[in-house]
């Protein structure tokens, strides 16, 4: 499966930014779907995932402020990123999986900044 990431972008510290990630086939039975950052100098870290029956899971740094959700009809999974701050910026890839194995897309760069 082939992965499009977009929506990131510049936005002020407390702005909000949607991202999306498209697959080229139906999501409808792919096991996970999520994000993953990679911040500037940092490791990379999980910031969500979704099962395909809906179970979500958010990473602590995020909880509260980020959502997660899923449309199948689209093939496209969405996370919506409120209140940011200026350590939310990174490189955030999506990924897939079927429980064996990952993939990725190409990733959309978030920055937060004044």
């Known amino acids: 499966v082939q992965l499009q990431a977009s929506g990131g972008g510049l936005v002020q510290p407390g702005g909000s930014l949607r991202l999306s990630c498209t697959a080229s086939r139906s999501i409808s039975m792919i096991e996970g779907m999520g994000w993953y950052r990679q911040p500037p100098g940092k490791q990379s870290e999980s910031v969500a995932m979704?099962?395909?029956?809906?179970?979500?899971d958010y990473s602590e740094s995020v909880k509260g402020r980020f959502t997660i959700s899923r449309d199948n009809a689209k093939n496209t999974v969405y996370l919506q990123m409120n209140s940011l701050k200026p350590d939310d910026t990174a490189l955030y890839l999506c990924?897939?999986?079927?429980?064996?194995?990952?993939?990725w897309g190409q990733g959309t760069q978030v920055t937060v900044s004044s």
């Open positions: 990924y897939a999986t079927d429980g064996k194995k990952f993939y």
């Open positions: 979704i099962t395909r029956y809906g179970s979500t």
